[in-house]
């Protein structure tokens, strides 16, 4: 079931979702002071490709300055990206077929908020989501 929704999320709306995370992580990578901001937004980029079976966990290692830079981030790029995740998320929703989808668009907007301090996990994996 994982990889029907998944294939359907990529012909939807995935695609467009992964082009724009990589068109913000080419012009974030412009700077030096942008690289690990484009990285993180390449990341994104695979996680918005293929959602259905992963998910997004903090890292317990993560510390000020990822919080820094989810704040950079925010102001740069996160808030559109966010908004293009409602966008779609709702006008998925709109259909009954469509609810899962717009359901996991909704699951991308907390990583596309702050992705800084996130990892990205199979959710079959062992030990997702705790780490020792």
Sequence with gaps: MRTILN?????LCGLWMAI????AGILLCVTIIGIPFGIASFRIAGFALWPFGRAAVPRRDAGAPSCVGNVLWLLL??????????????????????????????????????????????????????RW
């Design 7 to 11: 294939v359907v999320w990529l012909l």
């Design 77 to 130: 790029a996160g808030w559109w990206l966010a908004l293009g995740h409602v966008v779609t998320g709702v006008m998925l929703c709109l259909t009954i077929i469509g609810i899962p989808l717009g359901l996991a668009n909704f699951k991308l907007i907390p990583i596309s908020l702050t992705p800084l301090g996130h990892e990205i996990v199979r959710t079959d994996a062992p030990f997702a989501g705790n």
């Design 20 to 23: 724009a995370y990589v068109v």
